[in-house]
C-alpha cells in the first residue's frame, strides 16, 4: 500500500517556486481587482485611457509570450531526455521572445499617445503603469533566467538533479509570465462596462 505522500506527484520545479508563483499571482491579482473597481467609479477615466492604448501591439505581444513558453517547454523536454544542446537552443528562443516582447513594450510607452502620461495621471494610468511595468520586470529576469539556462544547458548541467530541476522551475517561471499577461491584456485592453 502506498504512502500518502507517494499518492501526490511533485511540483515540477519544485516547491519553493510554486510558493513564489502563489504570491505573484496573489500580488498580480489584488492589483487587478483594484483596475477593475475603478470601472465602478470612474469609467470615463478609464474609458479615456484604455483608446489610447494600442491594441494591436499587446496582441503581437501576446503572440510573442506564448511563443516563447512553447520554446522553454520543448526546451525542458530536450533536457529531459539529455539533449542539453537542443534545451539550449529552447531557452534562447524563449529569451529571444522575451527582448521581442520588451523592445515591443518600450515601444508602446514610447509612443506618442501614450507620451507625458505617469502613474499619478489617473486610476487607469496608475494601474496601466504600474502593472504592464511590474509585468516587464519578471519578462526581463525571464530573459536572464533563459539566458543562464542555455549556457548550463549547453554546458550538458541540465539533465538531472538541480539542474533539471532549475530548467522545470525556470519554464514554470515563464508560463506565471504568461498566465499573468494574458489576465492583463483584456483587462487593461478589452474591458469594458
Given at each position: 500500500?502506498?504512502?500518502?505522500?507517494?499518492?501526490?506527484?511533485?511540483?515540477?520545479?519544485?516547491?519553493?517556486?510554486?510558493?513564489?508563483?502563489?504570491?505573484?499571482?496573489?500580488?498580480?491579482?489584488?492589483?487587478?481587482?483594484?483596475?477593475?473597481?475603478?470601472?465602478?467609479?470612474?469609467?470615463?477615466?478609464?474609458?479615456?485611457?484604455?483608446?489610447?492604448?494600442?491594441?494591436?501591439?499587446?496582441?503581437?505581444?501576446?503572440?510573442?509570450?506564448?511563443?516563447?513558453?512553447?520554446?522553454?517547454?520543448?526546451?525542458?523536454?530536450?533536457?529531459?531526455a539529455g539533449r542539453g544542446r537542443a534545451g539550449a537552443g529552447w531557452f534562447l528562443g524563449t529569451a529571444a521572445s522575451g527582448l521581442l516582447?520588451?523592445?515591443?513594450?518600450?515601444?508602446?510607452?514610447?509612443?506618442?499617445?501614450?507620451?507625458?502620461?505617469?502613474?499619478?495621471?489617473?486610476?487607469?494610468?496608475?494601474?496601466?503603469?504600474?502593472?504592464?511595468?511590474?509585468?516587464?520586470?519578471?519578462?526581463?529576469?525571464?530573459?536572464?533566467?533563459?539566458?543562464?539556462?542555455?549556457?548550463?544547458?549547453?554546458?550538458?548541467?541540465?539533465?538531472?538533479?538541480?539542474?533539471?530541476?532549475?530548467?522545470?522551475?525556470?519554464?514554470?517561471?515563464?508560463?506565471?509570465?504568461?498566465?499573468?499577461?494574458?489576465?492583463?491584456?483584456?483587462?487593461?485592453?478589452?474591458?469594458?462596462?
Amino acid at each position: 500500500m502506498s504512502s500518502r505522500a507517494e499518492r501526490w506527484l511533485p511540483l515540477t520545479g519544485g516547491t519553493a517556486v510554486w510558493v513564489f508563483m502563489a504570491v505573484e499571482v496573489l500580488t498580480f491579482g489584488l492589483f487587478l481587482l483594484h483596475h477593475a473597481w475603478g470601472w465602478v467609479g470612474s469609467a470615463e477615466v478609464m474609458l479615456e485611457g484604455q483608446a489610447r492604448l494600442h491594441v494591436d501591439s499587446a496582441t503581437l505581444g501576446t503572440a510573442v509570450l506564448l511563443l516563447g513558453s512553447w520554446a522553454a517547454y520543448e526546451g525542458v523536454l530536450a533536457c529531459e531526455a539529455g539533449r542539453g544542446r537542443a534545451g539550449a537552443g529552447w531557452f534562447l528562443g524563449t529569451a529571444a521572445s522575451g527582448l521581442l516582447f520588451t523592445a515591443n513594450k518600450i515601444g508602446e510607452y514610447a509612443s506618442p499617445e501614450l507620451s507625458g502620461v505617469s502613474l499619478s495621471e489617473s486610476r487607469f494610468w496608475f494601474s496601466y503603469l504600474f502593472l504592464t511595468g511590474l509585468h516587464l520586470g519578471h519578462v526581463v529576469v525571464g530573459v536572464g533566467g533563459f539566458g543562464w539556462l542555455a549556457w548550463q544547458a549547453w554546458r550538458a548541467r541540465s539533465g538531472e538533479g538541480e539542474g533539471l530541476l532549475a530548467v522545470q522551475a525556470g519554464a514554470a517561471y515563464w508560463h506565471l509570465i504568461d498566465v499573468v499577461w494574458l489576465l492583463l491584456f483584456p483587462l487593461l485592453y478589452l474591458m469594458a462596462p
